[in-house]
């Protein structure tokens, strides 16, 4: 007499990644990137935030007057990085669509502006600390 099995295995199904929902499958774990690039740009500025002179050099392009601003700018960067994120994500989210290599070529480029930023805001608190 065979017995009969009725529930699968699930045990060898793939973990499904079960945030940012609002993308699509296959950018997810990409898109964390971003995320969590974002979250430690916001992070090292609240921290440092203390520590820095009333004054920074952020603007390292323009002249040496002009070059210092208040230390609330540092928040122009995860500010900067923030906005960056979700307009990628909604574009993204908008273009669903769209053929995916041209859509993970986009998110490739936003984690590497998120990590561009992140490295801009830890060059400039080495810096100053």
């Known amino acids: ?3 009969d099995v009725s529930f699968k295995d699930s045990s060898h199904r793939k973990k499904e990644f079960k945030y940012l929902t ?3 499958k296959n950018f997810r774990q ?3 990137y971003a995320v969590i690039a ?4 916001i992070a090292f500025s609240l921290i440092f935030f203390a520590t820095l002179q009333k004054r920074i050099p952020l603007f390292y392009s323009l002249p040496d007057t002009q070059q210092l601003v208040n230390r ?3 928040f122009l960067l995860p500010g900067l990085s923030t906005l ?3 307009t990628h994500f909604l574009i993204i989210k908008k273009f669903k669509n769209a053929h995916p290599t041209i859509l993970h070529v986009f998110l490739l480029s936003t984690v590497a ?3 561009l930023i992140l490295a801009i805001l830890l ?3 080495i810096i100053l600390n």
Do not use: D, G, S
């Open 22 to 24: 609002f993308l699509p």
């Open 72 to 74: 609330e700018f540092i």
């Open 123 to 125: 060059r400039l608190l």
């Open 113 to 115: 502006l998120q990590i």
């Open 1 to 3: 007499m065979a017995m």
């Open 38 to 41: 974002n979250l430690c740009t």
């Open 84 to 86: 960056l994120n979700a």
């Open 30 to 32: 990409l898109a964390l």
